[in-house]
């Protein structure tokens, strides 16, 4: 059984216009690669999965897609929302925009918490991947279960270790074929996510 798109957090949800299409257009598209390639998209039950966000100004906020929006095939304005605080401690989140936040906001607020130098965090699905990378790479514990605060102290740890390897991925470990890739832009993430994708599956020689 799928619970993606259940939110763990409670979300201070202002709603209001949709963000600038000059802000968002950049994860429009990317997101929408990811979709094409089966990286964001949706179970056989129709539970969609995985997100995309950036971070904006000020530094502290970021642009998300909204809640159970991983089975819309191509998103518009309307589908993404602005997070203008969040709280690790009281698991809140406050967000405005058309809709509510992901639920992996917390996820991704953990990664812009965690370092400045991050300003895209990816979130896919991929069987291949999760068990190819899992403890090879950052991996969350097991019992640590998506958008908690637990998950995003364990996303601030490990982010903050002196050994953290050069491929900008973590593995969650208590999320299914949940990946998170991040970097200084969203075409550096999305290609980190994109050539391990095709190396998954170039053929044998």
């Not at 593995?171 to 990946?179: W, Y």
């Amino acid at each position: 059984m799928h619970d993606e798109g259940y939110i763990k957090f409670e979300s201070d949800w202002i709603k209001g216009p949709s963000p600038s299409w000059y802000k968002i257009q950049a994860l429009a598209e990317w997101r929408q690669r990811m979709f094409e390639v089966g990286l964001i998209g949706s179970h056989p039950d129709g539970i969609g999965y995985g997100n995309i966000s950036i971070r904006d100004t000020p530094a502290n906020e970021f642009l998300i897609t909204g809640s159970m929006t991983g089975h819309v095939k191509e998103l518009g304005p309307e589908h993404f929302t602005r997070i203008l605080s969040y709280d690790f401690d009281r698991n809140n989140v406050r967000c405005k925009g058309p809709i509510t936040a992901s639920s992996e906001t917390m996820t991704h607020a953990a990664f812009y918490h965690a370092s400045r130098s991050i300003n895209a965090v990816i979130h896919i699905h991929n069987a291949d991947m999760w068990r190819t990378y899992q403890d090879k790479m950052p991996t969350t514990s097991s019992d640590v279960t998506y958008g908690t605060p637990e998950m995003a102290y364990e996303v601030i740890r490990l982010l903050q270790k002196k050994d953290r390897p050069a491929k900008q991925l973590l593995i969650m470990g208590g999320h299914e074929d949940g990946v998170l890739a991040y970097g200084s832009s969203l075409g550096q993430a999305a290609t980190t996510l994109l050539n391990c994708c095709s190396r998954m599956f170039r053929p044998a020689r």
